[in-house]
């Protein structure tokens, strides 16, 4: 397989100033070479892979996607640092994934990222084995796709007049910007991207908003609105729920999204086309003529029904072209259209009720698997969306609910993780919002149950990836010290020392502590050996440590404390 021993070629050249020479395999048995080849992979899946690696040389097989994990799988067996001789591991693997649908979301509307970014974006997908890229392409905050026939998207629904400062969720609001944001792609853009995310086997599903979170595009065509003569309206500046979202009544609303939807599904080859569906408020529909009239001349029982209308006209329009649609999990409500997918995002509830109605699902509970939420204590973190989803619990997501049958747990295609981005301006905050999430992520997606092991991820796994990004220009999230235990308090008995073992979660980093109450740095002690604490009868101690990785990154500061007395006694004191 030319392509993957050029890709290897590239990495080494790349990562280790090393030049190999690619050819074409030689009749003769060869030893002491590296051999990409799908020779014998017709019993391996599609995206399955087998890697020998012995002392005489690597043989990777497997069909096209699996012989490109295999060999994400191989240069993730080379040592961090470049070295006169290096070694990898003799290996048999024989490796596949659990879930076909392995996916990840990322949000281009609330804030805009340039193509560039977009690629870094699903590079790291595909290092890590991922498969599918959920594009939020319009929102009430911004229109990010070129449409042909409908210029004004982009002229006018692309920009809004500023920015929100600080948290949407809080009731202080600081104030806004007083900064124009926007942007978007071109279709020549668009399918530069597509085509680079299909050399990386990464299929990219757009998301076209309707019937709500639409405002930008009635910005641009007022029209489509509820009533007689709406508008003008504003690109939304802030974060939230809208009233305004298209009038379900008007004819036009659905010959404006067919127009729309024709062409996205010609720029974009998926099988699916994620439409939206979420958090659509009935405000203007319950007041509208035209939106009533439709109701009453199709014997709706209700707005919900309503939006069951909305959405099953889509879906036999999308059906129609021979694709197939996604809709967050609000489409059950009034009635789900007969072939959707839903993909669950509050919490796990509209994928069971979905899976129980034979519809697919993915499984996206913001509970576990959304990465604006934070991923450390909030008061240490950059802002975020109000929410807690560290590590070790996105790493202890399984996708299938118990609650299911066998039948239904068949419907459970796989899961995403979500990066809505009201608090990410920067690719920088991507990069640190999803890292190391992603990975954990990842092992959710690919890796049997009962070979998961948050410990050995933890301890000796993530380690070693975080060494190899703290070499790159990625930004990410450096873990505490493994053993720190923070905000644990040690109560001391018998006035026994305590031995206090920590690890560095990047390998190579630096683990530096005090007992002095001030936030640890490159100043205070070095972490060498396991650190005894000796607490006088009546006394406490505080240990504070931090991380800094060969970069310079730093971890948040972990507070430990350790008590010898009860606490009564010393408020006595
Ligand atoms: C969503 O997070 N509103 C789908
Ligand atoms: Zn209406």
Not at 128 to 133: D, E, P, W
Not at 256 to 283: C, R
Not at 343 to 362: L, T, Y
Not at 369 to 383: M, R, T, V
Request: charge should be neutral.
């Amino acid at each position: 397989d030319q392509k993957t021993a050029m890709l290897f070629r590239e990495f080494l050249k790349d990562k280790y100033q090393m030049n190999l020479t690619v050819n074409k395999l030689s009749s003769k048995k060869s030893v002491n070479t590296i051999l990409f080849s799908s020779k014998g992979s017709e019993n391996i899946p599609d995206e399955g892979y087998k890697l020998n690696i012995t002392p005489s040389g690597v043989h990777l097989t497997g069909k096209e996607a699996g012989m490109f994990y295999g060999f994400q799988s191989l240069i993730q067996l080379f040592p961090i640092e470049k070295s006169a001789n290096m070694y990898i591991p003799c290996a048999e693997i024989n490796d596949e994934p659990r879930f076909k649908y392995r996916g990840m979301h990322l949000d281009v509307t609330l804030h805009f990222f340039p193509v560039s970014f977009v690629k870094k974006f699903i590079n790291m997908m595909a290092e890590y084995k991922l498969n599918t890229f959920h594009w939020h392409l319009t929102e009430d905050q911004g229109w990010r796709i070129e449409i042909k026939k409908y210029p004004e998207l982009t002229k006018s629904g692309a920009w809004r007049a500023q920015t929100l400062i600080g948290s949407a969720q809080k009731d202080d609001p600081i104030g806004y910007d007083n900064t124009p944001h926007g942007g978007f792609y071109s279709q020549d853009e668009i399918r530069d991207v597509i085509k680079y995310a299909s050399e990386r086997h990464i299929t990219i599903i757009p998301e076209i908003e309707l019937p709500g979170h639409c405002i930008s595009a009635l910005v641009a065509y007022p029209h489509l609105a509820c009533g007689d003569n709406p508008g003008p309206f504003k690109t939304i500046e802030s974060w939230g729920i809208y009233e305004d979202v298209f009038c379900a009544g008007k004819e036009s609303t659905f010959e404006f999204l067919e127009n729309v939807l024709t062409e996205v599904m010609e720029l974009f080859p998926s099988k699916y086309i994620h439409i939206g569906g979420d958090e659509v408020p009935k405000t203007r529909w319950k007041s509208c003529k035209h939106c009533q009239k439709r109701i009453k001349d199709n014997n709706l029982k209700d707005e919900y029904e309503l939006q069951s209308y909305f959405v099953q006209r889509i879906e036999k329009f999308i059906n129609s072209r021979g694709r197939a649609i996604i809709g967050w999990d609000e489409i059950l409500e009034g009635g789900l259209a007969p072939n959707a997918t839903v993909m669950s995002w509050r919490g796990e509830k509209g994928g069971i009720a979905a899976a129980q109605q034979n519809h697919d699902v993915i499984m996206a509970p913001n509970n576990y698997i959304y990465f604006d939420h934070y991923q450390a204590k909030p008061e240490q973190e950059p802002i975020g969306f109000p929410g807690y989803n560290p590590l070790e619990r996105v790493y202890s997501y399984d996708p299938v609910p118990q609650s299911l049958t066998a039948e239904q747990k068949k419907h459970i295609l796989g899961a995403e993780a979500c990066v809505w981005t009201e608090y990410m301006a920067t690719p920088a905050k991507v990069e640190y919002m999803i890292l190391p999430r992603l990975l954990a992520f990842s092992e959710i997606t690919w890796t049997p149950l009962d070979r998961k092991n948050y410990q050995n991820f933890q301890e000796e796994r993530l380690p070693v990836h975080l060494a190899k990004l703290d070499k790159t220009d990625v930004i990410y999230f450096v873990p505490t010290a493994i053993g720190a235990d923070d905000e644990k308090t040690h109560h001391i008995k018998n006035n026994k020392d305590v031995t206090i073992t920590l690890k560095s979660p990047v390998k190579g980093a630096k683990i530096f502590y005090t007992f002095n109450h001030h936030s640890p740095r490159e100043t205070d002690y070095l972490y060498e050996k396991p650190i005894v604490v000796n607490v006088p009868d009546g006394q406490k101690r505080v240990l504070k440590t931090i991380v800094i990785t060969p970069s310079g990154k730093r971890s948040n500061v972990t507070k430990t404390i350790f008590l010898n007395a009860s606490p009564q006694a010393l408020n006595r004191k």
